[in-house]
T-cell receptor, first 113, second 114 residues
Framework: AQSVSQHNHHVILSEAASLELGCNYSYGGTVNLFWYVQYPGQHLQLLLKYFSGDPLVKGIKGFEAEFIKSKFSFNLRKPSVQWSDTAEYFCAVTINAGNMLTFGGGTRLMVKP | DTGVSQDPRHKITKRGQNVTFRCDPISEHNRLYWYRQTLGQGPEFLTY????????KSRLLSDRFSAERPKGSFSTLEIQRTEQGDSAMYLCATGVGTNTGELFFGEGSRLTVL
């Protein structure tokens, strides 16, 4: 069965710092990759997705992620974080366009003003 | 407003009682999922419906857990004989079309078993 690992459980940054959150998955076949975000007190929502094509994908609010197949990674990046980016971020994967979205354990990001 | 509505938002029950959660999806979404999320963990897949058909239920945590979607619209998740370990957030999510990972989540139903 596939699994998703997020190595950073808690990240604290100051505003304007650059962000990179790690995500690795364990499946050698065709994957679709996702980052979801949960702002404090709100529901999970899709941040960005990768299905095929350009491995650098851009999402909402200036986030981007790069799919590196050889490293089984899909790291999330943002050049300059804002206080409003404080949230929990979840990496997720489906395999072979299947119906089960498997989530990582999440990374809680705190941005200090 | 996410469009996916869950009820109740919070449920406190005593061990051994049965509980039922309801999910009302976005109207045109034919796919409906239930996930469980415990503190410090990511959501864990439980079961999946396409319209009224339950296509995956092997991940339901035990035979105390069951889910239905009788008319392909709202869904219910029932937990019988609750245990303290069932305390968690139960999330409903829906989707449409072939982009199976693009889900719209509800705000969840938090269960506390005393």
């Amino acid at each position: 069965a596939q699994s998703v690992s997020q190595h950073n459980h808690h990240v604290i940054l100051s505003e304007a710092a650059s962000l990179e959150l790690g995500c690795n998955y364990s499946y050698g076949g065709t994957v679709n990759l996702f980052w979801y975000v949960q702002y404090p007190g709100q529901h999970l929502q899709l941040l960005l997705k990768y299905f095929s094509g350009d491995p650098l994908v851009k999402g909402i609010k200036g986030f981007e992620a790069e799919f590196i197949k050889s490293k089984f990674s899909f790291n999330l990046r943002k050049p300059s974080v804002q206080w409003s980016d404080t949230a929990e971020y979840f990496c997720a994967v489906t395999i072979n366009a299947g119906n089960m979205l498997t989530f990582g354990g999440g990374t809680r990001l705190m941005v200090k003003p | 407003d996410t469009g996916v509505s869950q009820d109740p938002r919070h449920k406190i029950t005593k061990r051994g009682q049965n509980v039922t959660f309801r999910c009302d999806p976005i109207s045109e979404h034919n796919r409906l999922y239930w996930y469980r999320q415990t503190l410090g963990q990511g959501p864990e897949f439980l079961t999946y419906f396409q319209n009224e058909a339950q296509l995956e239920k092997s991940r339901l945590l035990s035979d105390r857990f069951s889910a239905e979607r009788p008319k392909g619209s709202f869904s219910t998740l029932e937990i019988q004989r609750t245990e303290q370990g069932d305390s968690a957030m139960y999330l409903c999510a829906t989707g449409v079309g072939t982009n199976t990972g693009e889900l719209f989540f509800g705000e969840g139903s938090r269960l506390t078993v005393l």
